[in-house]
């Protein structure tokens, strides 16, 4: 959720913050004794909102010069430096990309030049705040294609924040959830998906009396009233069958019924409502 405290928490592990009380550690290793050269060796960031004038005419080859060199971008700009920059941009295949003014990148353009530069030198980390805002499903696609090659062929770890939690299912192998600050939960994707197996859902005549039989007589379970007289049972301690009896036998007709897969998107309202859990 916007403000609940990821961007302030890459910024601390990348550096650019100081944490306020503990210490941020990868492996065995106390970031906060990092120089800035030996952070940067171990972990590569691209920013949620990189900031710059869109009307300045810096092409991408003057930005990577100026980013990893110290050649001064007013003068002519040496072939070797013109190379290395397209090498480092093919990792993320945006060699075409070199001579393109800075403002004239779409938002996936964007986004693969800033990738480009996180990964030189290649690190141990890498690190996305929000790297799919503003991406349309195509630039999508390929930005994930591009981190699943980086994360196999070159074993970089990756974190990653987004509020998008349906993209992440395609992604993610852990998942932390925070809120204001706090993390709530710490999962691997294995026992998240099986945490979201299943809810029913039902449509009925009188959501209201229904809600009322379902507390008296399946105390256990945990539904939400939607809108259309619709009811979820998150995951059910009863069969469907269960819950068709006992409308039928109180006069509440069932119109709809069927089994859903818990969205990302329920589970994190959940668990803000619970408060945050052992890790």
Sequence with gaps: ANGAGKTTLLKCINGILRPQSGRVFADDTDLGSLTARERARLIGYVPQSPSFDRGDPVSVLDFFTAATSKWPVFLPIPREYRDRAAAILARVHGEDLLDRPMGALSGGQLQRVLLALALEPIPQILILDEPINGLDPSGIVEFRSILQQLN????????????????????????????????????????????????????????????????????????????????????????????????????????????????????????????????
């Design 152 to 279: 196999e062929q070159k074993n970089i770890t990756i974190l990653l924040s987004s509020h998008i939690l349906s993209e992440l299912q395609h992604l993610a192998t852990v998942y932390g959830f925070l809120n204001k600050g706090i993390l709530l939960e710490e999962i691997s994707s294995e026992a998240l998906h099986a945490k979201c197996a299943n809810c029913i859902e039902l449509t009925v005549s009188d959501a209201e009396k229904y809600t009322v039989l379902l507390e008296k007589i399946f105390p256990e379970e945990n539904y939400k009233v939607l809108p259309g007289n619709t009811i979820r049972i998150y995951k059910p301690h009863e069969t469907a069958e269960s819950f068709s009896r006992l409308a039928a036998k109180n006069d509440v007709y069932i119109t709809k019924m069927q089994t859903l897969q818990t969205s990302l998107e329920d589970y994190y309202m959940e668990l803000k409502k619970r408060g945050a859990v052992k890790c």
